[in-house]
């Protein structure tokens, strides 16, 4: 977050909250499994469509964009239980 020009760490817990108490039938938890599938589904289709040519994922792949997807599922792994409160 300091990277990105905060002076305090960002409450990311706080704003999943926010967010979902919006929605009254989506939870944290929810949010942050479908996170975690929208990144598997990405790389997978990233990994074996980009090498065939087919767009946009033949540009995403030639971006090295998997390593980016990778980088963000890294770290929703990390974090995953103290943004969903689990």
Do not use: M
């Amino acid at each position: 977050a300091r990277r990105a020009g905060f002076v305090e760490e960002v409450p990311r817990a706080e704003r999943l909250r926010v967010l979902c108490n919006t929605y009254p039938d989506v939870a944290p938890a929810e949010v942050v499994k479908r996170v975690a599938w929208i990144h598997e589904r990405d790389l997978d289709r990233t990994g074996a469509w980009g090498p065939l040519g087919l767009e946009p994922w033949a540009t995403f792949h030639a971006n090295g964009d998997e390593r980016i997807i990778q980088a963000d599922r890294t770290w929703l792994d990390l974090y995953a239980a103290g943004l969903s409160g689990e």
